[in-house]
């Protein structure tokens, strides 16, 4: 038994220095820029102390920069300083290592849409994962848990929704009319219609059937 236990203490600094180093390779050759979890390391050591350690010790070389606790930045450098992800970039990145799908909410919705230049003191998305409040930098991130039909005009629905409609004008109109267009699955958003309210499901429906109209027009012109 004991030459076991002197066995286990010989082997086991050594496997975590050399799992610490296969971790700092690993780092070395990821992309810049490129958004790192604790997580993406658990094949190499299940032990998220280890982990920790080497990231921390990577990071006091300057390899990579903390976002948040357990969120870590591949820096890109630039003469203007280190180029850093923006929320969306960073929110998106922690709905695919989670394997759940994210839209913006509220004026986070109005701010990606260019509806609003305000600038969201708290950035809120919707998410069909687990809600939660997330601290990256200075910044606060709400996921709010919704469970919608599809996702797939989400973030316009939030924006209208977030506006009102005392406050859709012309300019407001035109963004939402290419963003509907733009829409390749626009079978997907007609199956939620009956859900919307009166006032948006009317300005949604009149895009579409105005396109289809068009449509139509161009066909018959062509024929």
Not at 9 to 29: Q, S
Request: net charge positive; aromatic share 6%; with cysteine.
């Amino acid at each position: 038994m004991l030459h076991i236990s002197l066995i286990f203490c010989i082997f086991a600094p050594l496997k975590k220095e050399n799992d610490m180093a296969e971790i700092a390779n690993r780092i070395y050759e990821t992309s810049e820029g490129q958004i790192l979890f604790i997580s993406d390391f658990s094949d190499i050591n299940d032990n998220e102390k280890v982990v920790s350690r080497a990231l921390s010790v990577e990071e006091k070389k300057g390899n990579i920069v903390r976002l948040a606790n357990g969120v870590y930045l591949r820096p890109k450098n630039t003469r203007f300083g280190i180029v850093y992800p923006s929320i969306d970039e960073m929110v998106m990145a922690i709905a695919q290592r989670d394997k759940v799908q994210i839209q913006p909410s509220g004026v986070t919705a109005l701010n990606k849409l260019g509806l609003s230049t305000q600038v969201p003191t708290k950035y809120t998305y919707l998410t069909s994962g687990s809600g939660r409040v997330l601290t990256l930098g200075n910044r606060t991130i709400e996921l709010k848990r919704s469970v919608p039909k599809n996702f797939a005009f989400q973030t316009v629905l939030e924006a209208l929704r977030t506006l009102g409609q005392k406050n859709v004008g012309n300019q407001e109109l035109s963004t939402i009319r290419k963003l509907v267009n733009e829409e390749e699955h626009k079978d997907l958003f007609v199956q939620d219609l009956t859900l919307m309210p009166v006032w948006m499901r009317k300005l949604i429906t009149d895009i579409i059937d105005k396109n289809e109209h068009y449509d139509t027009l161009v066909k018959s012109h062509n024929r």
